[in-house]
């Protein structure tokens, strides 16, 4: 049974530039959640996706969207990157819709500059 | 909005020694979980805890969900270099779509 992967690990990006972030579910998981943490923070949640629609939101603006793929594979987009995105971004997968039991991948490091 | 707040923020201590984390917040949830982070890697669920008073055990973990669901803690027994890592707290409401964390407890065990 695989885990969630992600990608790329590492990125640097300019202030103004778009980000796309990658995320592989385990395998049987139909719902994945992206979760922004900070440098010295908890994880703050984005949004969730199930069955390929956005079907929950924390308070990120709209610049932050994201995709699910038949596959439940999902990517993350940001635009207008900002200094303040600069962030571990996690991706967590689980079984059905809802909090429950999340298994999160390593993370994407992006660093704005 | 849901805040969990958790003290520690930072902790460091003599492997062998026994230590407390609190998590706390003015929110009732309707289960608690807690976490555990290293350094390159995502966190990891420790424990789900969702009855008022429940108290589980992992090892020379003892963790404790509040009676009234807004509380947690995490006690670690003789502590460990491989316990050094960060713990987050989260809680669910039965509603929603997300976990709120807490701000975690950076933990550093020395040997």
């Known amino acids: 049974e695989t885990g969630v992967t992600q990608s790329p690990t590492h990125l640097i990006k300019t202030r103004g530039q778009q980000v796309t972030l990658r995320c592989s579910s385990q395998s049987g998981h139909n719902t994945v959640s992206w979760y922004q943490q900070a440098l010295g923070q908890g994880p703050q949640f984005i949004f969730q996706?199930?069955?390929?629609?956005?079907?929950g939101r924390g308070n990120f603006p709209p610049r932050f969207s994201g995709l699910q793929f038949p596959n439940y594979s999902s990517e993350l987009n940001v635009n207008a990157l900002e200094l303040d995105d600069s962030a571990l971004y996690l991706c967590?997968?689980?079984?059905?819709?809802?909090?429950?039991?999340?298994?999160f991948g390593a993370g994407s490091r992006l660093t704005v500059l | 909005t849901q805040l969990l707040e958790q003290s520690p923020q930072f902790l460091s201590i003599q492997e062998g020694e026994n230590l407390t984390v609190y998590c706390n917040s003015s929110?009732?949830?309707?289960?608690l979980q807690w976490y555990r982070q290293e350094p390159g890697e995502g966190p990891v669920l420790l424990v789900t805890v969702v009855t008022g008073g429940e108290v589980k055990k992992l090892k020379r973990l003892t963790f404790q969900f509040g009676d009234a669901r807004k509380d947690s803690s995490l006690h670690i027994t003789a502590a460990q270099t491989g316990d050094t890592g960060l713990y987050l707290c989260?809680?669910?409401?039965?509603?929603?779509?997300?976990?709120?964390f807490g701000s975690g407890t950076q933990l550093t065990v020395l040997p």
């Open positions: 929110s009732v949830f309707s289960s």
């Open positions: 989260a809680g669910a409401i039965r509603s929603a779509r997300q976990l709120t």
């Open positions: 967590a997968s689980t079984l059905t819709s809802g909090a429950n039991v999340l298994t």
């Open positions: 996706y199930y069955r390929e629609e956005e079907n």
